[in-house]
């Protein structure tokens, strides 16, 4: 492909540019540079439409994970009227993408092949891809399910309210007995309009927004975001913030994957793993509430820096506490694959086949159980992990026992880069305060969260406020991997698939 | 089999003392209750209201800070010139009374009231089920109303549990802002729930929408839609904080 012809916008992680560096293409010439870049093992890591200068016309950015050259490409195009040819059918992980723009901004993708809403509000332009009249309430889960039809399949609903302490979401379970055939989530009821929120900021409430995007994934939203802020006010953050930012962003990945771990666990039956790991995911959020005063690191990352310091006798603690979790959670992980009884429940359920998860373009522990070698840490590395570097943790079996058990090569890997950063934590301020944003510029930032990439972007307006704000959680890849997994499957088995994913209600609806 | 007997010796036995002995102990920087210092503060100085994400800090006659919409930043305490407001480890926040979560410059008197009526405590004092319902939450206040299942803190002692159907609830714990798309879903539940029943706000966003206060996609919390017998502030609360509002509701503290 020849970028220069093309001229396809080329950035690292973290970086922004000027909006007018990036050309215009054709629609169509747009829809041939985003599926060639799939084709030749690119992702799309987000897709999105912004208003532009002229009434009546929309414009279309995407942005391109280029994990081979750590690199990101930056393309748009400009939609003029109410509609597109869908590009689904050619590259199947925008499918959600093109739906979100036709919710946002009543733009239809022609030619979509499963064209229903995503988190069920109305439009922000007035315009309604669906032709729903104006003023009529949406409600949220009502629409075309996907249904089997036979004498003796029948359908199984779920939610938005489920049994547990967890987030609603709607689940259709077209089953022939015990065997489901086909699973379609339909989420939304979590929406409480974040990005509409954004445009104009930033202002006192965005990096709370972005503090709970994902309550359980603050580290890595907050950080997303403040790069994105760091970017657009060319602010340098120092070796220490970045260091700091470094070990709470893996304390966040242990406490959730421990707590993940033990959930698998009492989804199988298998109580002592479940009692150790609900307790030591605790240990860690402690942790991480050591560091900044609280358990999920609200206040711990700002633009420009962090907000709390290490000093040596917290580094003392820390150290402390890091090993006697290591202990308590490796007796406890380790006692699941020494239990062929619950190893028997993990192994072959829930299977998703590593061409699946590279057609629906996943990410985070979810892909690399299946085989799949994407982590942003490694391939677009930003912060503190340009200069150590973590190994990528795959496994090839895709099923429960795969994603759960690179959870655990995780929580290693990050104990173990937490204790070497400890000790060499550089010296220097925390802050460098971030000044106003330039204006008509572009910035992409992307994190390895605890579920995998989260991908901000932000552009500004001629005033330098936010012009459009996109947010992509790890979830909005990976929830169609889940309905994936579930096919041919006992639906008994759907709470352990479940966990084993863990994917996000509130990051998915925003 | 001997490798689950062995692990259950090492990890040993972990649950907590409290409340017949001291609390676990909380981070030297915890944010709990705010302060407001009458000496040091301003009339007519609005910096602290200015910079409030949750719009929490109403400045009149004096400064007043509304627990149940702050978000407990510090923002409003860096701002102050005079360093008059300041966040105390004081994690005993919860209270019957929306207005008892009002904070006022001086001295906290006493722990507002929590406690339920006699009625209701009679019924519920010893065996409290509740359901769930996340509206919107981000999932931290979620997760930590969960870890009071675990064996640190060890709920069931109390008798109180998380059930899976309303109808075997005494009440409802809601969480988030309530989202209009969850709307419906929570009436629902609410409604299935046997009388007399129970609600119970925890975190910014059930009391009064947290940071997406005033969006058009979400209610503002749980008061605009069933009448809340106790709110639990803080985003998130620590899950000492929950279980302290849970305890003093049943009298058990």
């Known amino acids: 492909m020849n970028h220069e012809k093309l001229r396809m916008v080329t950035l690292v992680n973290g970086q922004s540019v000027e909006l007018d560096a990036i050309a215009l293409l054709a629609p169509d010439a747009f829809q041939t540079?985003?599926?060639?870049?799939?084709?030749?093992?690119?992702?799309?890591?987000?897709?999105?439409?912004?208003?532009?200068?002229?009434?009546?016309?929309?414009?279309?950015?995407?942005?391109?994970?280029?994990?081979?050259?750590?690199?990101?490409?930056?393309?748009?195009?400009?939609?003029?009227?109410?509609?597109?040819?869908?590009?689904?059918?050619?590259c199947p992980q925008v499918h959600l993408f093109e739906r979100e723009i036709a919710e946002q901004y009543g733009i239809k993708p022609v030619g979509h092949p499963w064209f229903k809403p995503v988190r069920y509000h109305e439009s922000w332009t007035g315009r309604d891809a669906w032709d729903r009249p104006a003023g009529e309430p949406i409600l949220p889960g009502v629409c075309d399910f996907y249904r089997v039809e036979g004498d003796e399949v029948h359908e199984v609903a779920v939610g938005p309210v489920h049994a547990g302490i967890i987030e609603p979401g709607h689940f259709r379970f077209q089953c022939h007995g015990e065997l489901v055939f086909h699973l379609e989530i339909a989420l939304g009821f979590q929406h409480r309009g974040v990005e509409g929120a954004l445009i104009g900021g930033p202002d006192a409430r965005s990096i709370h927004y972005a503090e709970t995007l994902a309550g359980d994934t603050t580290i890595a939203h907050t950080t997303a975001y403040c790069r994105v802020i760091e970017a657009l006010s060319k602010c340098r953050k120092t070796a220490r913030a970045q260091t700091l930012r470094g070990i709470a962003l893996e304390l966040e990945r242990m406490a959730n994957h421990v707590g993940d771990l033990g959930a698998l666990a009492g989804d199988i039956g298998f109580l002592p793993t479940m009692s150790y790991c609900g307790r030591i995911r605790g240990d860690f959020l402690n942790m991480t509430a050591l560091l900044c005063g609280n358990r999920f690191g609200r206040g711990m990352v700002c633009p420009g820096g962090v907000g709390f310091d290490m000093d040596d006798a917290r580094v003392e603690k820390l150290l402390r506490q890091l090993d006697a979790a290591e202990k308590d959670a490796t007796v406890a992980i380790e006692l699941l694959w020494d239990t062929p009884s619950a190893m028997a429940r993990f192994e072959n359920i829930g299977r998703l086949p590593k061409q699946v998860a590279l057609d629906l373009g996943m990410v985070g522990p979810a892909a690399r159980a299946a085989g799949v070698e994407v982590d942003t840490r490694n391939d677009q590395p930003s912060g503190v992990f340009r200069f150590t570097h973590i190994p990528v943790s795959?496994?090839?079996?895709?099923?429960?026992?795969?994603?759960?058990?690179?959870?655990?090569?995780?929580?290693?890997?990050?104990?173990?880069?937490?204790?070497?950063?400890?000790?060499?934590?550089?010296?220097?301020?925390?802050?460098?305060?971030?000044?106003?944003?330039?204006?008509?510029?572009?910035?992409?930032?992307?994190?390895?969260?605890?579920?995998?990439?989260?991908?901000?972007?932000?552009?500004?307006?001629?005033?330098?406020?936010?012009?459009?704000y996109k947010v992509v959680d790890p979830s909005f890849h990976n929830w169609p991997g889940l309905a994936y997994a579930l096919r041919n499957q006992q639906i008994s088995d759907f709470p352990l698939c479940n966990k084993s994913f863990n994917l996000s209600y509130c990051g998915h609806d925003l | 089999m001997l490798n689950v007997i062995v692990s259950r010796l090492k990890q040993g036995h972990r649950t907590m003392v409290y409340p017949s002995g001291p609390a676990p102990e909380l981070p030297d920087r915890f944010r709990g209750r705010p302060s407001i210092d009458p000496e040091k503060c301003l009339t007519g100085c609005r910096l602290c209201s200015d910079v409030c994400p949750g719009k929490a800090i109403v400045v009149a006659d004096m400064v007043r800070?509304?627990?149940?919409?702050?978000?407990?930043?510090?923002?409003?305490?860096?701002?102050?010139?005079?360093?008059?407001?300041?966040?105390?480890?004081?994690?005993?926040?919860?209270?019957?009374?929306?207005?008892?979560?009002?904070?006022?410059?001086?001295?906290?008197?006493?722990?507002?009231a929590a406690r339920l009526d006699d009625r209701l405590l009679g019924m519920f004092g010893?065996?409290?089920?509740?359901?769930?319902?996340?509206?919107?939450?981000?999932?931290?206040?979620?997760?930590?109303?969960?870890?009071?299942?675990?064996?640190?803190?060890?709920?069931?002692?109390?008798?109180?549990?998380?059930?899976?159907?309303?109808?075997?609830?005494?009440?409802?714990?809601?969480?988030?802002?309530?989202?209009?798309?969850m709307r419906l879903g929570l009436e629902k539940t609410f409604l299935a729930v046997p009388e007399p029943k129970i609600v119970i706000a925890v975190g910014a966003c059930a009391i009064a929408g947290g940071p997406y206060a005033d969006h058009a996609e979400v209610e503002n919390g749980a008061d605009n839609i069933v009448r809340v017998n106790l709110y639990v502030p803080g985003c998130p609360p620590h899950p000492l904080t929950i279980l302290d509002g849970l305890l003093r509701l049943l009298n058990r503290i």
């Open chain 1, 33 to 90: 540079v985003v599926a060639d870049a799939v084709d030749v093992g690119q992702r799309v890591a987000s897709l999105f439409a912004a208003p532009a200068r002229q009434r009546g016309v929309t414009q279309l950015f995407a942005v391109l994970v280029n994990t081979q050259l750590s690199r990101l490409h930056i393309v748009r195009t400009e939609i003029h009227g109410g509609q597109y040819p869908s590009l689904t059918n050619r």
């Open chain 1, 394 to 468: 795959t496994y090839d079996t895709g099923d429960v026992f795969g994603r759960a058990y690179v959870r655990w090569l995780e929580i290693q890997h990050s104990i173990q880069f937490i204790r070497e950063q400890l000790h060499t934590i550089p010296s220097g301020d925390i802050l460098n305060r971030a000044g106003s944003l330039l204006p008509n510029r572009i910035a992409v930032s992307l994190d390895e969260g605890w579920r995998g990439e989260v991908c901000h972007v932000a552009i500004t307006d001629d005033d330098g406020r936010f012009m459009r």
């Open chain 2, 65 to 112: 800070i509304d627990m149940g919409r702050c978000l407990f930043c510090t923002e409003c305490s860096t701002a102050c010139p005079q360093q008059a407001i300041s966040f105390t480890n004081e994690y005993r926040l919860a209270a019957r009374n929306r207005q008892d979560l009002i904070v006022v410059p001086g001295k906290q008197e006493a722990l507002p």
């Open chain 2, 126 to 181: 010893k065996s409290l089920k509740l359901r769930q319902v996340s509206a919107a939450g981000c999932n931290a206040c979620e997760a930590d109303t969960n870890v009071l299942g675990t064996i640190g803190w060890d709920l069931s002692r109390f008798g109180i549990q998380f059930v899976a159907s309303p109808r075997h609830a005494d009440g409802v714990l809601i969480t988030g802002p309530v989202s209009r798309n």
